[in-house]
């Protein structure tokens, strides 16, 4: 039971940024909320804040710990939200951020699924590719998709999102087959951000990747177009798994370096640290988690 205490004072402190905030939340006195700070920290033997009397900051270990116990937590309100769903229900109002391609493919739908089995729950959507800032837009929960920035957010991994370079059997029967990433020089590629380049590992150094800039005939900002633009032949793109593996398994576009595709990136739902999720959220967040995270979900969705 110390142990739980000492790491719920820990959330508490790093989410409130003081010492007297989060006593204050839980009932106890500032001294209190120390002495369950420095038990912890001994007992972990690492430093998870650095105090002064003017500012609280967390530690590299502090932030890395933060995030495993906000998840572990979360969890746990998660297992007692399930059993006590039979007396509770879900209701009020989210409001939902994600990228727009693949809201629009895989976001909309399952909204529209869960809310029919939680009809007290209402649901706005916000499609856009822009960082959106949740405390200041009201966002109560954010999908996003990539390596993440912002520590002052908790994120709760979905699912995994891979991409590979795809082009039509016209296109290769037209211009070949590339058998390396620098073969891409000698081909038309579509590109969403020439600047960015395009990632691959290396097979014969496990953990290794590098980033190779193309150039092609077709730039566009908008990934649904260079996805048509791909299975109309115009050239190679580097789509996510989630965009083209229905066109993969009906044959409207290739796979090609697939020995040299980069680690798959995760796909994210992510929430302020200092929000207490409501139960209408986490439902939604382990919904789109059991199935972004089953492998025949992308198959057949």
Not at 21 to 28: D, L, N, P, S
Not at 254 to 272: E, H, K
């Amino acid at each position: 039971m110390s142990n739980f205490k000492e790491i719920t004072a820990f959330v508490s402190v790093a989410s409130r940024g003081s010492l007297s905030a989060a006593a204050r939340a839980e009932g106890v006195t500032p001294a209190m909320m120390g002495r369950r700070i420095d038990a912890l920290e001994e007992r972990l033997g690492v430093k998870l804040l650095l105090r002064t009397t003017r500012k609280l900051s967390l530690t590299f270990e502090g932030s890395a710990f933060l995030e495993d116990c906000q998840r572990i937590l979360n969890d746990l309100a998660n297992a007692e939200a399930s059993v006590s769903l039979g007396g509770v229900k879900a209701s009020g109002h989210i409001k939902v951020s994600a990228p727009a391609g693949f809201g629009r493919r895989h976001v909309a739908p399952l909204l529209r699924d869960f809310l029919a089995a939680n009809p007290e729950v209402s649901c706005s959507l916000d499609l856009s590719d822009r960082l959106v800032d949740l405390v200041n837009e009201g966002v109560d929960c954010a999908i996003r998709i990539g390596e993440l920035s912002d520590s002052s957010l908790v994120s709760v991994r979905l699912g995994d999102n891979r991409r590979v370079v795809v082009a039509s059997p016209a296109y290769l029967a037209r211009s070949g087959t590339p058998a390396h990433p620098d073969d891409l020089v000698r081909h038309d590629c579509l590109s969403l951000d020439p600047q960015r380049g395009w990632v691959f590992s290396d097979p014969d150094t496990p953990g290794q990747t590098r980033t190779i800039k193309v150039s092609g005939r077709f730039e566009c900002n908008d990934g649904t177009v260079l996805h048509d633009w791909a299975v109309g032949g115009i050239g190679l793109a580097w789509r996510s798994m989630w965009e083209v593996e229905q066109d993969l398994a009906s044959g409207a576009l290739v796979s090609v370096l697939d020995r040299y595709a980069a680690p798959p990136t995760g796909i994210y739902a992510l929430f302020p640290q200092n929000r207490r999720l409501p139960l209408r959220v986490r439902l939604l967040i382990d919904y789109l988690r059991g199935l972004f995270g089953r492998p025949d979900y992308w198959r057949s969705a």
